[in-house]
């Protein structure tokens, strides 16, 4: 079983970098990579969140994941220079776990507060990480990215990811792994 989850894995890495490259957003944009994932599977996500105020640096981001497509289990990584907590919620019906026990509370939302020297350098990215899964049985999540800024200013990354949003949403694809891959 483990020599098939490494082939589903090889398959995912690999579309997952075709997927960054004919799928590449605006550089000021928030992006999560990779932009693929599977469909019931574990996925390991990194969120690239830009600087883009002069005179101001980010201090705060939260990511919401929406109510409609809850996964089971999610865990933020050690960052250098960022604090992460999670906030839960109660499903009204209990969904089922990576190992396949069921779960009725599911992170509702991970908020990261920057720790340590008090600004980044020019044109650094804030690059948060998260595992989690089981992902939903969807096409699709996008995630909202909240970023705040210093100086108070709130950007809302939620915009339905299309040709000139202004603050589109990072999306993550999902697959599915077809049988033979198991």
């Not at 999670?86 to 069921?102: A, C, M, N, S, V």
Request: no cysteine.
């Amino acid at each position: 079983m483990l020599r098939n989850w490494r082939a589903a894995a090889g398959v995912f890495v690999a579309g997952a970098a075709g997927a960054v490259v004919l799928a590449a957003p605006a550089a000021a944009d928030v992006t999560v990579t990779p932009a693929v994932a599977p469909r019931g599977g574990p996925a390991a996500l990194v969120f690239t969140v830009p600087e883009e105020r002069a005179g101001a640096h980010t201090t705060k981001v939260e990511l919401l994941v929406p109510e409609a497509t809850p996964i089971g289990e999610i865990y933020p990584m050690s960052v250098t220079g960022w604090a992460p907590t999670t906030t839960t919620r109660k499903l009204d019906k209990p969904i089922e776990l990576i190992h396949g026990q069921p779960a009725n509370e599911v992170v509702s939302k991970v908020t990261w507060i920057r720790v340590g020297r008090a600004a980044p350098k020019p044109g650094e990215a804030a690059l948060l990480k998260l595992s989690m899964g089981p992902m939903p049985q969807t096409e699709q999540v996008a995630f909202t990215i909240v970023q705040t800024y210093s100086d108070g200013t709130v950007v809302r990354w939620a915009d339905a990811p299309a040709a000139g949003a202004k603050n589109p949403a990072p999306v993550v694809k999902l697959l599915s792994v077809s049988a033979a891959d198991r």
